[in-house]
């Protein structure tokens, strides 16, 4: 079974530069969730999503940042503009949805540098 | 609100040795507890879970988890350390209303040879 897949792995970028991670959960997982873990830090929800639909959006910065999930199976996370302090990794994971195991799969993670 | 403390931000343990990484929650009702694991540039990785019943959990890799309702603890431990466990170990609780987790800010393990 393959599993949470993200790209890129890497990104660097200028402050006030856009960027877009993409993350495909593992098929037939209901509810995506996108993290932020800044260095030190343990993993903090940005946004959950079950099937296509956003169940939690409540610490996603919405001035810089979006996200989506189309059709209810792969998402992407933008950042526009960019600040230094976004500097951290993003991960993507998903889980079965219903009923609730509390059971995360992650991805390895989009690590992203704003110079 | 949920939320977890891991007291100890780095442990530093001889090889052969027995390890116990600390975890405290705090949550209204009967959490759902977990320990994940994180190797360099890479992804969480489940070791046990609590949901209910017997408080000591098994997991993966020889680890195993105590949860004390009256210490609102969720301490993880194995009885002998290999160098590959050198990693990053993170306790969280599950909001099973919300359908999410809540994680610590991570205990890293050095594994000393």
């Known amino acids: 079974e393959a599993g949470v897949a993200q790209s890129p792995r890497y990104k660097i970028i200028e402050k006030r530069q856009s960027v877009a991670f993409w993350c495909n959960p593992i098929?037939?997982?209901?509810?995506l969730y996108w993290y932020q873990q800044i260095l030190g830090q343990g993993p903090k929800l940005l946004i959950q999503?079950?099937?296509?639909?956003?169940?939690?959006d409540s610490q996603l910065p919405k001035d810089r940042f979006s996200a989506e999930r189309l059709k209810g199976v792969d998402s992407t996370l933008k950042i526009q503009p960019a600040k230094l302090e976004d500097s951290a990794v993003y991960l993507c994971?998903?889980?079965?949805?219903?009923?609730?195991?509390?059971?995360?799969?992650f991805g390895e993670g989009s690590r992203l540098t704003v110079l | 609100a949920q939320s977890v403390t891991q007291p100890d931000i780095h442990i530093t343990v001889s090889e052969g040795a027995s390890l116990e990484l600390r975890c405290n929650y705090s949550?209204?009702?009967?959490?759902?507890l977990f320990w994940y694991v994180q190797s360099p540039g890479q992804g969480l990785q489940l070791l046990l879970k609590?949901?209910?019943?017997?408080?000591l959990v098994q997991g993966i890799k020889g680890f195993e988890a105590e949860f004390k309702r009256s210490q609102s603890s969720f301490n993880l431990r194995k009885p002998s350390v290999h160098w590959s466990d050198a990693a990053e170990y993170f306790c969280?609780?599950?909001?099973?209303?919300?359908?999410?987790?809540?994680f610590g800010d991570g205990t890293t393990l050095t594994v000393k040879p």
């Open positions: 949550y209204g009702a009967t959490p759902y």
């Open positions: 609590y949901f209910s019943g017997d408080t």
């Open positions: 969280a609780v599950g909001n099973t209303n919300a359908g999410k987790s809540t």
């Open positions: 994971a998903s889980s079965l949805g219903a009923p609730y195991t509390g059971e995360l799969f």
């Open positions: 999503f079950q099937n296509n639909g956003v169940v939690d």
């Open positions: 098929s037939g997982h209901a509810t």
